[in-house]
């Protein structure tokens, strides 16, 4: 085994816990155990310390009304007992570490103080988790996110999500930001986003409604655009110039089946 196989082997040894527990990992005997452990947790806490900081700043800025800080969470019981399973980068630790996140927020906070935190939580989250995953999307048979050409058919991009909210959101967050002393208002109203992840690893957002919700929904890799347009009551130049935006956006790509 060479250097470099050796320095890809320590490298997935600190990213993923269960692969240290593993006979394979250990019959190699390359590094002492309990020194591996140590900094995989060190890296661990750094890893999700600045996810946290950065997909969480509005309940950040929330801080002096809930009493909570989110980052918090990565000094607590809760998460030590997650590191022996935690993966870093994968969607499944993004997911469990996010919901230990917001609950440690809701603790701190009274209703009536902030009643749009359950909302900004989901999506704080939502973001998070997105974010996660496996950067690269093409292989073979699958398109580049260009919008597709000689029989080409949309798909949805795995991990793409909707949030269904009970207040308008997006209006508050800049708000959150600034300098305030009474908590920003969010307007009460039913607000779809959707939220979905560049090639590039850029998370995006956007307003959505039904007729976006149906086209990504049946976007399946299978469906033509005139199936994929009667499906969603479009005609099929309406549904390009749909698919254009969702492509940009990173929610949709297009499966070339060769």
Same mark, same amino acid.
């Given at each position: 085994?060479?250097?470099? @196989?050796?320095?890809?082997?320590?490298?997935?040894?600190?990213?993923?816990?269960?692969?240290?527990?593993?006979?394979?990992?250990?019959?190699?005997?390359?590094?002492?155990?309990? +020194?591996?452990?140590?900094?995989?947790?060190?890296?661990?806490?750094?890893?999700?310390?600045?996810?946290?900081?950065?997909?969480?700043?509005?309940?950040?800025?929330?801080? +002096?009304?809930?009493?909570?800080?989110?980052?918090?969470?990565?000094?607590?019981?809760?998460?030590?007992?997650?590191?022996?399973?935690?993966?870093?980068?994968?969607?499944?630790?993004?997911?469990?570490?996010?919901?230990?996140?917001?609950?440690?927020?809701?603790?701190?906070?009274?209703?009536?103080?902030?009643?749009?935190?359950?909302?900004?939580?989901?999506?704080?989250?939502?973001?998070?988790?997105?974010?996660?995953?496996?950067?690269?999307?093409?292989?073979?048979?699958?398109?580049? #996110? #260009?919008?597709?050409?000689? #029989?080409?058919?949309?798909?949805?991009?795995?991990?793409?999500?909707?949030?269904?909210?009970?207040?308008?959101?997006?209006?508050?967050?800049?708000?959150?930001?600034?300098?305030?002393?009474?908590?920003?208002?969010?307007?009460?109203?039913?607000?779809?986003?959707?939220? @979905?992840?560049?090639?590039?690893?850029? &998370?995006?957002?956007?307003?959505?409604?039904?007729?976006?919700?149906?086209?990504?929904?049946?976007?399946?890799?299978?469906?033509?655009?005139?199936?994929?347009?009667?499906?969603? #009551?479009?005609?099929?130049?309406?549904?390009?110039?749909?698919?254009?935006?969702?492509?940009?956006?990173?929610? &949709?790509?297009?499966?070339?089946?060769?």
């Amino acid at each position: 085994m060479n250097d470099r @196989a050796v320095q890809d082997l320590l490298i997935r040894a600190l990213a993923d816990a269960p692969y240290r527990e593993s006979p394979e990992w250990r019959s190699r005997a390359l590094a002492d155990p309990e +020194r591996v452990e140590r900094f995989a947790r060190f890296l661990a806490r750094h890893f999700y310390y600045e996810r946290i900081v950065h997909f969480f700043k509005y309940s950040r800025a929330l801080g +002096r009304i809930t009493g909570r800080q989110p980052a918090a969470v990565l000094s607590g019981p809760a998460f030590d007992a997650l590191l022996p399973t935690a993966v870093l980068g994968s969607r499944a630790t993004a997911q469990a570490v996010a919901g230990l996140v917001a609950a440690c927020v809701r603790e701190g906070e009274s209703p009536t103080q902030v009643p749009y935190l359950n909302d900004l939580l989901r999506y704080e989250a939502a973001m998070m988790v997105v974010e996660a995953g496996a950067r690269v999307w093409t292989d073979a048979g699958k398109g580049d #996110g #260009g919008r597709g050409t000689g #029989g080409a058919t949309p798909e949805i991009v795995e991990g793409t999500v909707f949030l269904d909210l009970a207040y308008d959101l997006p209006a508050v967050l800049p708000q959150l930001l600034k300098p305030w002393t009474a908590v920003p208002k969010a307007v009460e109203r039913p607000t779809r986003l959707l939220v @979905a992840r560049s090639q590039h690893g850029r &998370v995006a957002v956007a307003r959505s409604d039904d007729t976006v919700a149906a086209v990504v929904q049946l976007a399946d890799g299978k469906r033509t655009l005139e199936q994929l347009a009667a499906g969603a #009551g479009l005609a099929v130049p309406q549904l390009e110039e749909t698919l254009k935006g969702l492509v940009d956006l990173g929610a &949709v790509r297009f499966w070339t089946g060769s």
